[in-house]
């Protein structure tokens, strides 16, 4: 039986769960399906920077996520029993939708599934994409369940091992950056300080401990490198049992950490090695690729579902544009232009993080033990860290949709949640109006027409910031436009947005 779709997501992850809403919030139907037979309990990511806040927040699934995080803002690093640095993160200065968090990228999904529940749409458990074929008219896509899916657009947000990016014929270079880690998410009976993460630099390999959301108030996550992949008792393999995990790992917290410590039960236990992906593209027709599929980023600072969530929120307008008739597909290449060299920056920083701290030669251990480290205890230098790790400085102003100068913002760049009146005339703030909306910022003495080439996917705000310019800004938060000639606005519309369909 062909069923018909305008847009097939794979993946319920986190990336396609947001895409997904964003999709719905602007009036567009959408199907998500995952081979898994049901939501994931335990997930490696669980950490959470401003921009992954403030896209929660617009899509309207942040709900009591502040609330249950740890905000474990600080990282300590102990070279043998003395701390070798201190970096602090933080709110770098600017108003966002919530402070960093340490959360399980499972309680992430929870929130998302909640929002997209209440739009219309649930996940279906236990149906894989197994295969996929394109003509001029769009996508055919085959489901496990033997059902075929006659779809406009099929978005890949499927993992690393993406089934989407082989059916679409898409590459993705990658290189392995190291051995074997171990995971263990376990009680701990000890005297850590829980109000941040701490590390310790040892001979045997980098430990880290974070403290974990949990009523009992006893759970941490503790990553070890363990390179040489003893078990135990002198023997190397490729896997572990988990039973063989958890000795490995309650042997190496004393002995790395040099403190006594108590391991109790284990809440998940897992091994993987660290690589580097990037797809040498992220589109082939009507097939799209997003978050994981896309990119694979090393697990420290916690980048990788946060990148997947900003190109959700940039994919999820452009399309609802097409498939709404009030674009024309040229506006989907600027999806790859402004988010592939993002994740490039991105992937390159993580890269360059998980060298430092897997290093073993004695040159690389004496740069970062004696000559990086100590940078971390310079203020400017922590600004910058928790500056880049927010992702708040992401612009799009050299990206084809925006190449214009001027005073910032410029287009492309990203506008703060500034205050603004609603169309009722009540106090607001820019983001709220944001959930797969355009926001045309007025001047108090402005006109409040939209452009019709927008639809009903844009509203009216009156700026309360005395600037006398109209500011257009995209449903991602990032600027379109500013001036004071409501006619280049429609010209400006015109041009980007292309041939209606």
Known sequence: MLIVSQVLVVGAGPTGLALACGLRLAGVEVRVVDRADGPATTSRANFLHARGGEVLDRLGALGSLPEESEHAMAVTTYLGDRPLMRLRFGDPGLRTAAPPMVISQARVEGELRRRLAGLGVEPEWGNALTAASQDDEGVTATL??????????????????????????????????????????????WDLDRSGTTGWIHPSGLLGAMP?????????????????????????QERLTEQQILERVRRVLPERTGRR???????????????????????????????????????FGGQGMLTGLGDAENLAWKLALVVRGLAGERLLDTYEAERRPLAKDVLRGTSAVTAIDVTRNAAGRFVRDRLVAPLFGLPWVQRKATWTASQLWVTYRRGPLGRRSGPA?????????????????????????????????????????????????AVALTREDGRAETWLVRPDGHLAWRGSDPGELDTWLEETLGRRT
Do not use: K
């Not at 974990?212 to 190397?236: E, F, K, Q």
């Open 144 to 189: 496990s369940t033997g059902e075929r899916v006659r779809t406009a657009w099929l978005v890949g947000c499927d993992g690393t091992g993406s089934t989407v990016r082989r059916v679409a014929g898409i590459t993705a270079p990658g290189v392995r950056l190291s051995e074997r880690f171990l995971l263990a998410d376990v009680h701990l009976g």
């Open 261 to 299: 410590v108590v391991v109790g039960e284990p809440e998940w236990l897992s091994q993987f090695t660290i690589h580097r992906r990037l797809a040498d593209h992220y589109r082939a027709g009507g097939i799209f690729l997003a978050g994981d599929a896309a990119h694979a980023h090393a697990p």
């Open 212 to 236: 974990m959301p949990h009523p009992r108030g006893n759970l941490w996550r503790v990553l070890a490198y363990d390179p040489d992949g003893d078990d135990g008792d002198g023997t190397s």
């Open 409 to 457: 913002p410029r287009p492309g760049d990203r506008v703060a949640d500034v205050p603004c009146r609603a169309p009722d005339g009540t106090a607001s703030r820019l983001h709220a109006h944001l959930g797969g909306m355009w926001a045309v910022l007025v001047p108090d003495t402005g006109t409040t027409a939209i452009s019709t080439r927008l639809g009903d996917l």
